[in-house]
């Protein structure tokens, strides 16, 4: 008999019952694996731990979670600029996402990033910026082929293990935000 696989994507406000430890354990997996979202080391727990909780006090961070079976595996954010930038209000960011990779092949990763663009399209943002490792391959892909379009490589991005190593940066015109971006 074949288990039921419940996968949902929603906005944390708050943690309750295991969501942080859970958060956290996914968030160390997917460093282990190369895909940290800046990370190269897994930090401590207390240090996670801070940082998720930090994420839920920050007003222009919308914490966006993934979940199989009822358990976090994954996290992304959309990022609205402060305030005091005006000339950029009209863009928002898309940034800290991954999957643990026990959670992968269910189409979480799309899911996650769908529910970026919808809430930056419901908050009135007209683009949804990114950036990324040259080195996420599959990351790269999955965002190209959602209409994301590369506008610059940063040859000096990130070091990892002593290695420097090139990122890229994307957009994507959102339809329904405020403000029609000049082409």
């Known amino acids: 008999m074949t288990e039921t696989v419940v996968t949902t994507i929603e906005r944390i406000r708050a943690f309750a019952g295991s969501d942080l430890e859970d958060l956290c354990e996914a968030t160390v ?18 240090v996670l731990e801070s940082y998720w909780n930090g ?15 009822g358990t976090i595996c994954g996290a992304v954010q959309l990022v609205g600029p402060p305030r005091n930038n005006e000339a950029q209000s ?27 663009e919808d809430a930056a399209r419901v908050a009135g943002f007209a683009v949804l910026n ?29 070091r990892v293990d002593g290695k420097t190593i090139e990122g890229h940066y994307y957009f994507k015109r959102l339809t329904g935000g405020r403000g029609k971006p000049k082409s």
């Open 90 to 116: 009209f863009a928002a960011t898309l940034t800290s996402n991954f999957l643990a990779p026990w959670s992968r092949g269910h189409g979480l990763a799309r899911r996650m990033i769908e529910t970026v």
């Open 55 to 69: 994420i839920l006090l920050v007003p222009e961070r919308t914490l966006f979670v993934a979940r199989l079976n």
């Open 29 to 46: 997996a997917a460093i282990e694996d190369g895909g940290g979202f800046g990370w190269v080391k897994s930090p401590a727990s207390h």
């Open 130 to 158: 990114l950036d990324v490792r040259a080195t996420q391959e599959a990351a790269i892909g999955l965002y190209e082929t959602m209409g994301f379009e590369r506008f610059g490589t940063n040859p000096a991005y990130a």
